[in-house]
Structures are given as structure tokens and as C-alpha cells.
């Protein structure tokens, strides 16, 4: 992981809100970092909040005083001041209650009264066991937020504090950092580009109600679209069947089929000046779909006769004009050099090797270890580290290579179908 750069927060003005969570203990780690990045950070604790990690441990590490009542605090008007002073409000962990609360406007102690005095950029780190992070309601707590502008950060998965397994892990350090990073200083240096990205599985239709697909999730495709967004580029996501909400503020194109996708994102070629193809296409589909369900006491499974799929990436490879191709290589052996080979065979200026077997990285997982490389023949290896953090380092090497200044203008996107 890259180590925090000393002057990352320098000057910034951070309230960090620490709400009573079991991953309480986990903001002290974060308000290191934020304070190594030269932050100023004031920590308001809930009352739950100090039940599981003292007040003492924020107070010497942030150097100033925690604030955790309301009216304790009333001479210095601290549900006023503090946000007031404040560059952005980050809420790690943020509980289900605090979720609640923030969504619907309740201000009954200090943490909720400053986020509704406030009008900082709002960051929550949600942190919750036991399902709570599935439930309708916290769901919706989450899309409402979410859509008046907060940055909800998604919690991970794995091992929860109960010993069961599940969404709902404090989201790794690292991408919180990456958030409030890209929200105190935004990276724009993908300004003017439009990137083109595809990402998730496609369905073939074996009959009606059965398809031939693959194991992948689009958190990888997705991270890529989001990454290139915020770092100020215009993105169009293709996207097969996932179960991942569309990136805010990138136009989503839903494709079923490889058909689907391969006519999405030829025909918004011209369009683009970078193509990320993260997709996991079929590579095969049934020959002739049946239009009736089969019956599994029949023969005509036996007959199922496979085709090969367009290959999407030699498509975009042979149409492209100046456009940089980046594709992605699933790998469960020799990663490098499949990718090297997959890299020259498709004609790519950048391959991301993945090896879909390791532990914590490919389909489905939140994380990913990966190489890299690039039309010069250089190999970089990236150790295990978050998609959405792995998607920056993507971006920084198709940087690199030199990104295209082109300009063309939008497709008519009703030549899709
Ligand atoms: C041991 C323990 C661990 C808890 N962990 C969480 C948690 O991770 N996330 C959560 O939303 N609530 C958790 N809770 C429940 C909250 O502490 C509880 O809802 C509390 O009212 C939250 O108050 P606050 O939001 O004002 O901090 C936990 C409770 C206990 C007893």
C-alpha cells in the first residue's frame, strides 16, 4: 500500500464524528493518519461512542479537547462552530442509528445537531454487524442520504465482530483516506477525457429461464468508472447484469448479452478517448436459444451446441483511431505473462493481469492484486489493495502513457440497438 504522503490534509479541517460502534477503535487509526497527513481534526464522540474507546485516546492524538455533549459545550456553541469551521464532516464508523438520524434530520446530541447545522461536504463510514447493513430501513437511510449529496462509503465484507460473515466491515483505511482526500482536494486531472468503460458479466440464453455466464461481479469495471469521474472525465459505463448501483454522475448503458455489449461500446467508440474494457464477455453462447423452457426430462440439452461471442476487445482494437485500450486479463496461472501475450495479440496499450485464484482478489471480491502492462513492456506488480484504490492506479498508469487529447463528439445513442 503507498504510504501517506506527510502533507496530504496539510491546512484541512477535519471533524471526525465517532459513533458507537465495535469499530470504534479503528477511527483512532484513521485519526493518525489524517493528523500524519497534516489534518487539524476535532473528534465529537457519541455517548455510545465513548463506551467502547475513551475520549483520552482521541483527545492526545488529535491534540484538542473531544467534544461529546451538546450542552456541556454550550458556552463555545461547538453544534455551530465546529461545523462552521470545518472543511468536511467524516463519520467513522457511522452506526445504523447515526445513519438514521442524519437521513432524517434528528438532532438530539451534539454529532447529529452539527451535521444539520452544517453545510461541509458530509463523509459516513458505515460500520454495522448482524445484517443491520441489509435491512430495508438502512438501505433506504442510506439512499436518501446518499442522494441529497453525503458520500456514504460502502462497508466491506468478510468476518464481522459477531463471527459471522457478511457486508458490513468499517471500509478499509485506505479508501476512506482516498474519499476524504478526493473530497478536500479533488483530483481533476482526467478533465476534458471521456472514457469509455464496460464492466460486470453478460447472460446467453440457454432457453427462456437459463443462461451461460460467469462469475463476475463489475465492482472492478465499476471502480474504474467511478475513479475516472471523480478525477473530473466524462464516462459512459456499459454494463452487463450486476448487482451494483450505477456510479452518480456517469451515463449507464444496461446490456444483457455480449451482442449487447459489443454494439454499446463500438458504437460510442468515436466518442470516447479512453476505453476500459473490465467486462468478463461469454465467450461462448447456445447456438440456437430455445424459445421454450426445456424440459430436464428431455434429450435436448444433449444437443446444446455451443458458438464463440465477438471478441469486444479485438473489435474496439481494430476500429480505434487514437483512443488508448485498456483491457483485463483473468488469469489463474502465469498472470504476466498471459497478460503480456493477451496485451500484443490484441493490439493493447495497457493490460491488467488478475489472477481470479488468489485469495481476496477477482470476481466478487472488494479487493484485488494485479499486474500491469504496458505497450513499453513495463511490469508493474500491485499488491492486494481495494478496487476503488487499485482503480486510481490504473488510471495514473493509462496517465502515463500519454492520454489522448482527441475531441469527437457524443453518439447518437439510439444507434446502439
Ligand atoms: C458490542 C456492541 C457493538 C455494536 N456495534 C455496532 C455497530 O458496529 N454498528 C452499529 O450500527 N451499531 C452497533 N451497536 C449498536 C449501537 O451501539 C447502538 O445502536 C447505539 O444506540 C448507537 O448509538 P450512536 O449512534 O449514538 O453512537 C453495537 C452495540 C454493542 C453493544
Not at 54 to 62: A, D, I, K, N
Not at 226 to 239: N, P, T, Y
Not at 360 to 372: E, Q
Request: a neutral charge.
Amino acid at each position: 500500500m503507498a504510504p501517506i504522503s506527510d502533507d496530504r490534509f496539510l491546512g484541512k479541517r477535519i471533524v471526525l464524528g465517532v459513533s458507537g460502534s465495535i469499530a470504534a477503535y479503528k477511527s483512532v487509526a484513521l485519526l493518525r493518519a489524517l493528523v500524519q497527513g497534516g489534518a487539524d481534526v476535532s473528534v465529537v464522540m457519541t455517548k455510545s461512542a465513548t463506551r467502547f474507546v475513551s475520549p483520552l485516546t482521541f483527545e492526545v492524538l488529535s491534540g484538542h479537547p473531544v467534544a461529546t455533549d451538546l450542552f456541556a459545550a454550550h458556552q463555545d456553541m461547538l453544534h455551530l462552530t465546529l461545523p462552521e469551521r470545518a472543511d468536511v464532516i467524516v463519520i467513522a464508523p457511522a452506526t445504523a442509528n447515526v445513519l438514521a438520524k442524519c437521513a432524517l434530520g434528528l438532532a438530539d446530541d451534539l454529532l447529529s445537531t452539527m451535521v444539520l447545522t452544517s453545510t461541509c461536504p458530509l463523509i459516513l463510514a458505515p460500520a454495522m454487524d448482524g445484517g443491520m447493513w441489509d435491512q430495508p430501513a438502512v438501505k433506504a437511510n442510506t439512499a436518501a442520504l446518499r442522494g441529497r449529496g453525503a458520500l456514504v462509503l460502502d462497508p466491506e465484507e468478510g468476518p464481522l465482530a459477531s463471527g459471522r460473515t457478511g457486508r458490513g466491515r468499517f471500509p478499509d483505511e485506505n479508501v476512506i483516506l482516498s474519499a476524504i482526500e478526493a473530497q478536500l482536494c479533488p483530483r481533476r486531472d482526467w478533465g476534458g477525457q471521456r472514457v469509455l468503460v464496460s464492466a460486470g458479466p453478460t447472460h446467453e440464453a440457454i432457453d427462456p429461464v437459463r443462461f451461460i455466464s460467469n462469475r463476475s461481479s463489475g465492482k472492478m469495471g465499476y471502480a474504474m468508472a467511478q475513479a475516472a469521474r471523480e478525477r473530473g472525465a466524462e464516462v459512459i459505463l456499459v454494463s452487463g447484469p450486476t448487482a451494483l448501483p450505477a456510479p452518480v454522475g456517469v451515463e449507464f448503458i444496461q446490456v444483457l448479452t455480449a451482442e449487447d455489449m459489443g454494439k454499446a461500446m463500438t458504437s460510442r467508440l468515436s466518442w470516447a478517448t479512453v476505453v476500459i474494457m473490465a467486462a468478463a464477455v461469454a465467450d461462448f453462447r447456445p447456438r440456437r436459444p430455445s424459445p421454450e423452457k426445456l424440459k430436464k426430462t428431455g434429450t435436448a440439452w444433449k444437443g446444446l451446441e455451443l458458438e464463440q461471442t465477438d471478441d469486444i476487445l479485438a473489435l474496439l482494437s481494430s476500429q480505434r483511431a487514437s483512443q488508448i485500450l485498456v483491457g483485463f486479463a483473468a488469469e489463474t496461472q502465469a498472470v504476466a505473462s498471459h497478460a503480456k501475450e493477451k496485451l500484443r495479440r490484441k493490439g493493447l496499450d495497457l493490460i491488467v493481469g488478475n489472477n481470479v485464484a488468489a485469495e481476496g482478489s477477482g470476481f466478487g471480491s472488494d479487493t484485488n492484486a494485479v499486474v500491469l502492462v504496458d505497450r513499453e513492456g513495463r511490469v508493474t506488480q500491485l499488491d492486494l489493495m481495494p478496487k476503488r484504490v487499485l482503480a486510481d492506479r490504473i488510471l495514473d498508469a493509462v496517465k502515463a502513457l500519454g492520454v489522448p487529447a482527441t475531441r469527437s463528439t457524443r453518439p447518437q445513442l439510439s444507434d446502439t440497438k
